[in-house]
T-cell receptor
Framework: SQQGEEDPQALSIQEGENATMNCSYK?????LQWYRQNSGRGLVHLIL?????REKHSGRLRVTLDTSKKSSSLLITASRAADTASYFC???????????????FGRGTSLIVHP | EAQVTQNPRYLITVTGKKLTVTCSQN?????MSWYRQDPGLGLRQIYY???????DKGDVPEGYKVSRKEKRNFPLILESPSPNQTSLYFC??????????FGSGTRLTVV
Protein backbone atom coordinates (compact mmCIF):
# COMPACT_ATOMS: atom_id res chain seq x y z
CA SER A 1 0.00 0.00 0.00
CA GLN A 2 1.23 3.52 -0.78
CA GLN A 3 1.95 5.41 2.40
CA GLY A 4 3.41 8.54 0.82
CA GLU A 5 1.88 10.29 -2.16
CA GLU A 6 3.75 12.96 -4.09
CA ASP A 7 2.15 15.97 -5.69
CA PRO A 8 2.24 17.05 -8.44
CA GLN A 9 2.74 13.96 -10.55
CA ALA A 10 4.66 16.02 -13.09
CA LEU A 11 6.37 19.41 -12.98
CA SER A 12 7.96 21.33 -15.85
CA ILE A 13 10.02 24.47 -15.18
CA GLN A 14 12.76 26.61 -16.66
CA GLU A 15 16.35 26.50 -15.50
CA GLY A 16 16.91 28.90 -12.62
CA GLU A 17 13.39 28.59 -11.24
CA ASN A 18 12.57 26.87 -7.96
CA ALA A 19 10.83 23.51 -7.92
CA THR A 20 8.53 22.46 -5.09
CA MET A 21 7.22 18.94 -4.61
CA ASN A 22 4.90 17.78 -1.87
CA CYS A 23 4.39 14.50 -0.11
CA SER A 24 1.41 13.49 2.00
CA TYR A 25 1.21 10.40 4.17
CA LYS A 26 -1.41 8.65 6.23
CA UNK A 27 -0.01 7.22 9.45
CA UNK A 28 2.48 8.35 12.07
CA UNK A 29 6.08 8.18 10.97
CA UNK A 30 9.52 7.93 12.48
CA UNK A 31 11.20 9.74 9.62
CA LEU A 32 10.61 10.81 6.04
CA GLN A 33 13.13 10.57 3.24
CA TRP A 34 13.43 11.99 -0.24
CA TYR A 35 15.05 10.18 -3.13
CA ARG A 36 15.92 11.03 -6.70
CA GLN A 37 15.80 8.67 -9.68
CA ASN A 38 17.21 9.34 -13.11
CA SER A 39 15.37 7.49 -15.84
CA GLY A 40 15.71 3.71 -15.43
CA ARG A 41 18.42 4.03 -12.78
CA GLY A 42 18.50 3.24 -9.07
CA LEU A 43 17.19 5.67 -6.50
CA VAL A 44 19.65 7.96 -4.78
CA HIS A 45 19.06 9.08 -1.21
CA LEU A 46 18.86 12.87 -0.93
CA ILE A 47 17.83 13.77 2.57
CA LEU A 48 16.19 12.34 5.70
CA UNK A 49 14.12 14.37 8.14
CA UNK A 50 13.07 12.95 11.48
CA UNK A 51 9.61 13.36 12.92
CA UNK A 52 10.87 15.82 15.56
CA UNK A 53 12.47 18.06 12.94
CA ARG A 54 10.63 20.75 10.98
CA GLU A 55 13.15 21.79 8.36
CA LYS A 56 16.39 20.53 6.90
CA HIS A 57 18.79 21.84 4.27
CA SER A 58 21.32 20.20 2.02
CA GLY A 59 22.92 22.37 -0.65
CA ARG A 60 20.11 23.60 -2.92
CA LEU A 61 17.60 21.27 -1.26
CA ARG A 62 15.25 22.33 1.49
CA VAL A 63 12.86 19.86 3.11
CA THR A 64 10.07 20.73 5.50
CA LEU A 65 7.92 18.42 7.58
CA ASP A 66 4.55 19.19 9.12
CA THR A 67 3.50 16.20 11.21
CA SER A 68 0.18 17.82 12.14
CA LYS A 69 -0.78 17.90 8.46
CA LYS A 70 1.09 14.68 7.67
CA SER A 71 2.91 16.35 4.83
CA SER A 72 6.40 17.24 3.63
CA SER A 73 7.76 19.40 0.87
CA LEU A 74 10.99 19.29 -1.11
CA LEU A 75 12.23 22.58 -2.55
CA ILE A 76 14.99 22.66 -5.13
CA THR A 77 16.29 26.19 -5.54
CA ALA A 78 17.88 27.61 -8.70
CA SER A 79 17.12 24.46 -10.65
CA ARG A 80 19.41 23.12 -13.35
CA ALA A 81 18.76 20.91 -16.36
CA ALA A 82 20.70 18.19 -14.51
CA ASP A 83 17.98 18.18 -11.82
CA THR A 84 15.62 16.56 -14.34
CA ALA A 85 14.58 13.29 -12.66
CA SER A 86 11.80 11.67 -10.67
CA TYR A 87 11.63 12.45 -6.97
CA PHE A 88 10.16 10.09 -4.39
CA CYS A 89 9.30 10.42 -0.75
CA UNK A 90 9.52 7.41 1.54
CA UNK A 91 8.09 6.99 4.99
CA UNK A 92 8.57 4.31 7.60
CA UNK A 93 5.54 2.12 8.03
CA UNK A 94 5.17 0.29 11.32
CA UNK A 95 4.57 -3.43 11.03
CA UNK A 96 2.28 -4.23 13.94
CA UNK A 97 3.12 -7.91 13.70
CA UNK A 98 6.77 -7.51 14.53
CA UNK A 99 7.17 -3.96 15.74
CA UNK A 100 9.51 -3.25 12.86
CA UNK A 101 9.45 -0.32 10.45
CA UNK A 102 9.68 -0.74 6.69
CA UNK A 103 9.99 2.06 4.18
CA UNK A 104 7.11 2.75 1.83
CA PHE A 105 7.52 4.83 -1.31
CA GLY A 106 5.11 7.07 -3.17
CA ARG A 107 4.61 7.10 -6.94
CA GLY A 108 6.95 10.03 -7.44
CA THR A 109 7.00 13.47 -9.06
CA SER A 110 8.54 13.71 -12.51
CA LEU A 111 10.52 16.96 -12.76
CA ILE A 112 11.67 18.37 -16.10
CA VAL A 113 13.96 21.39 -16.06
CA HIS A 114 14.27 23.07 -19.44
CA PRO A 115 17.62 24.70 -20.24
CA GLU B 1 33.32 1.92 -2.97
CA ALA B 2 30.17 1.37 -0.89
CA GLN B 3 27.54 -0.09 -3.15
CA VAL B 4 24.72 -2.51 -3.80
CA THR B 5 25.40 -4.75 -6.79
CA GLN B 6 22.63 -6.43 -8.71
CA ASN B 7 23.04 -8.95 -11.49
CA PRO B 8 22.07 -9.23 -14.21
CA ARG B 9 21.16 -5.71 -15.42
CA TYR B 10 18.94 -7.07 -18.17
CA LEU B 11 17.26 -10.45 -18.47
CA ILE B 12 14.83 -11.88 -20.99
CA THR B 13 13.40 -15.27 -20.11
CA VAL B 14 10.50 -17.54 -20.95
CA THR B 15 7.47 -18.32 -18.83
CA GLY B 16 8.15 -21.00 -16.25
CA LYS B 17 11.94 -21.02 -16.38
CA LYS B 18 13.33 -20.51 -12.89
CA LEU B 19 15.65 -17.56 -12.44
CA THR B 20 17.62 -15.82 -9.72
CA VAL B 21 18.55 -12.16 -9.49
CA THR B 22 21.50 -11.65 -7.20
CA CYS B 23 22.02 -8.73 -4.82
CA SER B 24 25.13 -8.07 -2.79
CA GLN B 25 26.12 -5.16 -0.53
CA ASN B 26 29.56 -4.37 0.89
CA UNK B 27 28.47 -2.01 3.69
CA UNK B 28 27.63 -4.58 6.39
CA UNK B 29 24.01 -3.40 6.39
CA UNK B 30 21.47 -5.37 8.41
CA UNK B 31 18.43 -4.40 6.39
CA MET B 32 17.92 -5.43 2.75
CA SER B 33 14.87 -5.23 0.54
CA TRP B 34 13.59 -5.97 -2.96
CA TYR B 35 11.26 -3.66 -4.89
CA ARG B 36 9.62 -3.76 -8.26
CA GLN B 37 8.86 -0.62 -10.19
CA ASP B 38 6.07 -0.43 -12.74
CA PRO B 39 4.75 2.61 -14.64
CA GLY B 40 2.10 4.43 -12.65
CA LEU B 41 2.53 2.19 -9.60
CA GLY B 42 5.78 3.50 -8.17
CA LEU B 43 7.97 1.21 -6.08
CA ARG B 44 6.32 -1.73 -4.40
CA GLN B 45 8.11 -3.83 -1.85
CA ILE B 46 8.38 -7.55 -2.57
CA TYR B 47 10.34 -8.94 0.38
CA TYR B 48 12.63 -7.55 3.03
CA UNK B 49 15.14 -8.88 5.50
CA UNK B 50 16.01 -7.41 8.89
CA UNK B 51 19.11 -9.58 9.26
CA UNK B 52 20.58 -12.99 8.46
CA UNK B 53 17.87 -15.67 8.34
CA UNK B 54 15.17 -13.05 9.04
CA UNK B 55 12.93 -12.33 6.05
CA ASP B 56 9.34 -11.24 5.63
CA LYS B 57 6.82 -10.43 2.94
CA GLY B 58 6.31 -6.96 1.59
CA ASP B 59 3.27 -5.78 -0.34
CA VAL B 60 3.60 -7.96 -3.46
CA PRO B 61 5.37 -11.22 -2.50
CA GLU B 62 3.35 -13.66 -4.66
CA GLY B 63 5.54 -15.53 -7.14
CA TYR B 64 8.81 -14.59 -5.43
CA LYS B 65 11.16 -16.16 -2.91
CA VAL B 66 14.18 -14.78 -1.09
CA SER B 67 16.88 -16.05 1.21
CA ARG B 68 19.38 -14.37 3.54
CA LYS B 69 22.04 -16.91 4.43
CA GLU B 70 24.77 -14.30 4.63
CA LYS B 71 24.58 -10.66 5.62
CA ARG B 72 25.86 -9.34 2.31
CA ASN B 73 23.67 -11.36 -0.09
CA PHE B 74 19.93 -11.26 -0.66
CA PRO B 75 18.95 -13.10 -3.86
CA LEU B 76 15.50 -12.85 -5.41
CA ILE B 77 14.17 -16.10 -6.83
CA LEU B 78 11.36 -16.51 -9.35
CA GLU B 79 10.51 -20.22 -9.33
CA SER B 80 8.10 -20.04 -12.27
CA PRO B 81 8.18 -16.59 -13.86
CA SER B 82 5.09 -15.27 -15.59
CA PRO B 83 4.63 -12.29 -17.95
CA ASN B 84 3.07 -10.19 -15.16
CA GLN B 85 6.45 -10.29 -13.43
CA THR B 86 7.97 -8.27 -16.26
CA SER B 87 9.25 -5.24 -14.42
CA LEU B 88 12.22 -3.22 -13.22
CA TYR B 89 13.58 -4.67 -9.99
CA PHE B 90 15.67 -2.91 -7.35
CA CYS B 91 17.55 -4.19 -4.36
CA UNK B 92 18.30 -1.80 -1.48
CA UNK B 93 20.11 -1.95 1.83
CA UNK B 94 20.32 0.19 4.94
CA UNK B 95 22.13 0.11 8.29
CA UNK B 96 18.98 1.28 10.09
CA UNK B 97 15.61 2.84 9.39
CA UNK B 98 16.46 5.37 6.74
CA UNK B 99 19.07 6.24 4.13
CA UNK B 100 18.76 3.33 1.75
CA UNK B 101 21.36 2.55 -0.88
CA PHE B 102 19.87 1.16 -4.07
CA GLY B 103 21.32 -1.09 -6.72
CA SER B 104 21.28 -0.07 -10.39
CA GLY B 105 18.28 -2.23 -11.18
CA THR B 106 17.46 -5.38 -13.14
CA ARG B 107 15.11 -5.06 -16.10
CA LEU B 108 13.32 -8.38 -16.43
CA THR B 109 11.17 -9.40 -19.39
CA VAL B 110 9.19 -12.64 -19.23
CA VAL B 111 7.79 -13.80 -22.58
Amino acid sequence: SQQGEEDPQALSIQEGENATMNCSYKTSINNLQWYRQNSGRGLVHLILIRSNEREKHSGRLRVTLDTSKKSSSLLITASRAADTASYFCATDRLLLSGGSYIPTFGRGTSLIVHP
Amino acid sequence: EAQVTQNPRYLITVTGKKLTVTCSQNMNHEYMSWYRQDPGLGLRQIYYSMNVEVTDKGDVPEGYKVSRKEKRNFPLILESPSPNQTSLYFCASSPDRGGYTFGSGTRLTVV
